[in-house]
């Protein structure tokens, strides 16, 4: 999932936002588990098959 945030602790998006992603998986119920958002600078893992 790619989404945007801010670092800024009073959650203003203001020209402080970044791009950012992060893998998400699914819960039993069908709804998207997003987890917990991942740290800037964060390494992900690739992909299978990529």
Do not use: I
């Not at 009073?10 to 992060?22: E, I, K, V, W, Y």
């Not at 819960?27 to 600078?41: E, H, M, Q, R, S």
């Amino acid at each position: 999932m790619a989404y945007h945030a801010t670092t800024n602790p009073n959650g203003n998006c203001d020209l402080n936002r970044s791009t950012r992603a992060q893998k998400f998986t699914w819960n039993a119920d069908g709804t998207p588990d997003f987890g917990t958002p991942v740290g800037l600078g964060a390494s992900l893992t690739a992909p299978s098959g990529e």
